[in-house]
C-alpha cells in the first residue's frame, strides 16, 4: 500500500509556496514551476505506464500519452458524437448528478467556492474527479458520486500547512497517491483541516486518481485538453491568464472573458458543438460569479472555444503539465460502457 512521501521543502521553497504574491494569495493560489515542482513531474513521469495497462493495475497509476492512448480517446469520442447525434443521453456533469437516483449519490454538491484560502489546486483536481465520476456514471460505470473535500489532500501535499498555494504536478502527486477524502468522513468545511483525517487516510486510496499530464504548449496543448474533453476527460489545470467574466456569443452560449492576470488552477470539462463551433467547459472554484443562462448550467463555470482556449492555455506551461483525470474505479471494474439510464438535456439547450 502506497503512502505519501515528500521531500521537506528548503527555506527559498517553502518561503515561495507560503508566500507567492501575497496580492494574489486569498483568491487564487496555483505556483508555477520550480525546481522542486520539476523534479516530483520527473519522478512522476518515470513510472508512467502504458494507458492499456490501466486496467490491470492494482493502484491507479500515472498514465503515459500514446498511441494507445489516442486510439482509445478516439474512439471515446465517437461514441460521445453518437450520444448526441442520436440524443441516447446527455453526460455534462451537471445535468448527470441532477438526474441521478438518490441510491447513487451521497450529496447533490458538485462546485462551490475555495472561500479564504489559496486552495485553488485543490479545489481544481477534485472538481475534475467529480466531473469524471459523474460523466462515467452516465456512461454506465457502476460508480457512487461521493464529494470530496478538497482542503485535505491539498493540505497534505502541502506538509498540512493552510499557507500558500501548490504546484500542479505536486497536487497530481497527491491525487494519485493520496487519493481523496470525502465529505461524509471529513465533512464539508474547507477552510480548516478536519482533526479526524489520518483515521481516513486508508479510506482515501479508494478515491485515488490514475492521471495523464498532457505535456504540450500553447494551441497543441489546447487541442489535446479539446480531444480529452470530447472523450469524457476532465483535467485541472494551471495558469496566469485569468477570466474576468462572461458574455453570450453569436451562438447564444455562455463563453468567459479572458482578461487580466492571476495565479490559479481551474479544470475542465464538457464538450459541444454548437452551428459548428467547438466549445470546452471551464470550471472554477470562486463560487456563482458568472451566472447561469437559459441553458441552466452551474454559475460556477462558462464554455471556452478554440480562439479563446489557445488565449487562456497560453500561460500553462510556467505552472506545468494539465492533467487528465481518470477516477479509481471507472475503468478498472468496467471495460464495457453502454448506458443504463437516459439523462436528459437541459430544456433550452443548443445542439
Known sequence: MRRWIRKEYNEHQKHRRENIDASLLLTHGCVPMDDYAEEVLESLQSTAVAFTTLWESGQMPVLKHGNDFVEWRNNQIRENEKLVSERITCTLPWQVLKHLDA???????????????????????????????????????????????????????????????????????????????????????????????????????????????????????????????????????????????????????????????????????GYRKVNGTEYVGWVNSHGARYKSSDEGEPADMCWMDRAIATRFCSTMHQYGPPYAVFPESVTVYDRSFYVKQQVPWPNAWRF
Open 103 to 269: 441510491s447513487r449519490k451521497e450529496s447533490d454538491r458538485l462546485y462551490w467556492s475555495q472561500q479564504s484560502l489559496p486552495s485553488c489546486m485543490g479545489h481544481a483536481d477534485a472538481f475534475a474527479h467529480h466531473s469524471s465520476t459523474l460523466y462515467w456514471i452516465a456512461r454506465g460505470a457502476p460508480l457512487k458520486y461521493c464529494p470530496i473535500n478538497p482542503l485535505v489532500t491539498w493540505a497534505i501535499t502541502k506538509g498540512g500547512s493552510l499557507r500558500g498555494g501548490q504546484t500542479v504536478s505536486e497536487m497530481a502527486k497527491g491525487a494519485n497517491q493520496i487519493g481523496h477524502f470525502i465529505e461524509r468522513l471529513v465533512g464539508t468545511n474547507n477552510l480548516a483541516m478536519p482533526p479526524n483525517y489520518k483515521q481516513f487516510l486508508d479510506e482515501a486510496l479508494k478515491y485515488q486518481s490514475a492521471i495523464m499530464f498532457l505535456d504540450f504548449r500553447g494551441e497543441t496543448l489546447c487541442n489535446e485538453i479539446f480531444a480529452c474533453c470530447a472523450a469524457g476527460l476532465s483535467v485541472a489545470v494551471g495558469n496566469s491568464n485569468a477570466v474576468s467574466g462572461s458574455t453570450i456569443d453569436r451562438n447564444g452560449v455562455k463563453v468567459a472573458i479572458v482578461s487580466g492576470s492571476w495565479a490559479h488552477a481551474t479544470h475542465f470539462t
